[in-house]
């Protein structure tokens, strides 16, 4: 295809066009070489990694084998990880081949300049894949995964039957201070509430988060059972808004939220305005995380446009702290 269009213009449309609709990338792509060079870098900016039936047919993510790591670090900018934690050894089919379980923290070795990670389930052995992430700044996990390095029953830990089983593949990691959390701006805590209760029999606090020192932005699951029996200066997200210094919204994803939930009443004590309650499931935030990820309006977003509101007094009643339509977020 011969250009009509001045260069700077043509490739200002063409990259304009993928970036709002990716699915159109690969069709882009046919129209033209210098239209490859351009749409090519965007198409790998983010990477999905799934064992669901849709990533399985999806070229992309068979190409990165195919590409040099000089090409995967100056484009991949974003990955989320997905897998089986009870078939480590399953393949993923996705194309002509297959990324096997073990692939992944290679991957993310080579894309050391990932700023944003989603690890959704079980990663072995990817601390050191993390550590190599110098440009990290969001990421997503289970702390559990990071803390003992094995995907563990809550009942069995509670019992102490992981802590016997976790011998040499104990993590390295036991605090949020480790240095690879250093430059963190926006985590989010996959674990449930539950889970976190348990880690908190094995040394983890709560007021931990306050060791990370550029966090802006907390999310945790779920909610927080029995906090309506602890003092107000007690409750865990008030101490947690006090140990995060520089911490600008927190955000308790849970699966619903409205003036009537009971879920709702257990932050009736917590006064602080960075307190977001959000209603989410793991297939929305997956959808979010990739619409923040390319440059979309993403929970984070939404979350702060509410604690803005709500500093400003727009907030009705001030004590709620949940989003409704009407206030246009």
């Not at 992981?162 to 430059?183: C, K, N, T, V, Y």
């Not at 793991?282 to 984070?300: H, L, P, S, T």
């Not at 604690?307 to 206030?327: F, H, L, N, Q, W």
């Amino acid at each position: 295809m011969e250009p009509v269009l001045p260069p700077e213009l043509e490739k200002d449309i063409f990259k304009t066009t993928a970036l709002l609709h990716p699915k159109m990338m690969l069709n882009l792509m046919l129209a033209a070489h210098r239209v490859r060079t351009w749409i090519e870098p965007l198409l790998y900016g983010v990477l999905t990694f799934s064992t669901d039936s849709s990533s399985s047919k999806d070229p992309v993510l068979a190409a990165v084998r195919s590409k040099t790591p000089a090409f995967l670090q100056a484009n991949v900018r974003h990955i989320m990880l997905k897998w089986d934690p009870l078939r480590p050894d399953m393949p993923l089919d996705i194309g002509p081949v297959s990324f096997v379980h073990s692939e992944f923290p290679r991957i993310l070795s080579t894309c050391n300049q990932v700023r944003s990670v989603a690890l959704f389930d079980f990663a072995p052995n990817i601390i050191p894949a993390l550590e190599s992430a110098r440009e990290l700044r969001r990421l997503g996990v289970s702390l559990a995964d990071l803390f003992y390095g094995v995907s563990f029953d809550v009942d069995n830990l509670l019992f102490g039957v992981a802590s016997r089983e976790l011998g040499a593949g104990h993590s390295r990691i036991l605090r949020l201070d480790h240095p690879m959390f250093a430059h963190l701006t926006h985590l989010s805590v996959f674990d449930t509430e539950s889970t976190l209760m348990v880690l908190q029999l094995h040394g983890f606090s709560r007021a931990d988060f306050g060791l990370l020192p550029e966090l802006t932005h907390l999310s945790l699951c779920e909610s927080m059972p029995m906090v309506n029996f602890l003092p107000t200066s007690h409750h865990p997200i008030n101490l947690m808004l006090t140990s995060c210094e520089k911490l600008e919204v927190l955000v308790i994803l849970l699966s619903h939220v409205d003036g009537s939930s009971p879920l709702h009443m257990l932050y009736i004590d917590v006064a602080d305005p960075r307190l977001v309650l959000m209603p989410t499931t793991n297939q929305e935030y997956e959808v979010d995380w990739e619409c923040g990820a390319r440059g979309g309006r993403d929970f984070w977003e939404r979350a702060e446009m509410f604690v803005a509101k709500k500093r400003r007094g727009e907030i009705k009643p001030a004590s709620r702290c949940y989003i409704e339509t009407d206030d246009g977020i």
